[in-house]
T-cell receptor
């Protein structure tokens, strides 16, 4: 069964802190992993993807993948109030639909 | 990142009429496009997968005769909601996958449909 587990939150962090979002998945055949940000009333926006074990950094965002532990995370450094949104973790196996988690609500407090 | 557009962004129609929503990948070719709907404060729900030049694959419970999908080219897919009813009112979002590579998938801005 394809599953992605995410803590629904809300996760509250103070402005300037590091926000850590976590995701576990069940399918060992998973190939690529994605983090989307979705603001209320808007569509999801792809902010990071990763397919190799280790870390991938892009600006204030770092995605971390550990395939042995079936774990993927997203770190947001220097969190800003504008980062407040729902973060969706997803994975894909071949050219099939993304399997999404239910999302974690992040609230950055000024 | 790649850009996906949707048109219209918002539409109000009367019960019984049909509405067509267009989804375009503006700067890449998308052999596969996906259509989702989302109710307020709920998760994305996949409706169908659309491959260029072939029939769409619908998820269980989604009526293919009501939600007509056409993927006529590598940059355009359309969703037509036929004989719309108030319960079809929702946020419809398309998504396009870049051909080859790591299966990156980008979402359009969505279409808010209200059926009166």
């Amino acid at each position: 069964q394809k599953e992605v587990e995410q803590n629904s939150g809300p996760l509250s962090v103070p402005e300037g802190a590091i926000a850590s979002l976590n995701c576990t998945y069940s399918d060992r055949g998973s190939q690529s992993f994605f983090w989307y940000r979705q603001y209320s009333g808007k569509s999801p926006e792809l902010i990071m993807f990763i397919y190799s074990n280790g870390d991938k950094e892009d600006g204030r965002f770092t995605a971390q993948l550990n395939k042995a532990s079936q774990y993927v995370s997203l770190l947001i450094r220097d969190s800003q109030p504008s980062d407040s949104a729902t973060y969706l973790c997803a994975y894909v196996v071949g050219n099939t639909p993304l399997v999404f988690g239910k999302g974690t609500r992040l609230s950055v407090i000024a | 990142g790649a850009v996906v557009s949707q048109h219209p962004s918002r539409v109000i129609c009367k019960s019984g009429t049909s509405v067509k929503i267009e989804c375009r990948s503006l700067d890449f070719q998308a052999t596969t496009m996906f259509w989702y709907r989302q109710f307020p404060k709920k998760s994305l729900m996949l409706m169908a997968t659309s491959n260029e030049g072939s029939k769409a694959t619908y998820e269980q419970g989604v009526e293919k005769d009501k939600f007509l999908i056409n993927h006529a080219s590598l940059t355009l897919s359309t969703l037509t909601v036929t004989s719309a009813h108030p319960e079809d009112s929702s946020f419809y979002i398309c998504s396009a996958r870049i051909a080859g590579g790591s299966y990156e998938q980008y979402f359009g801005p969505g279409t808010r449909l209200t059926v009166t």
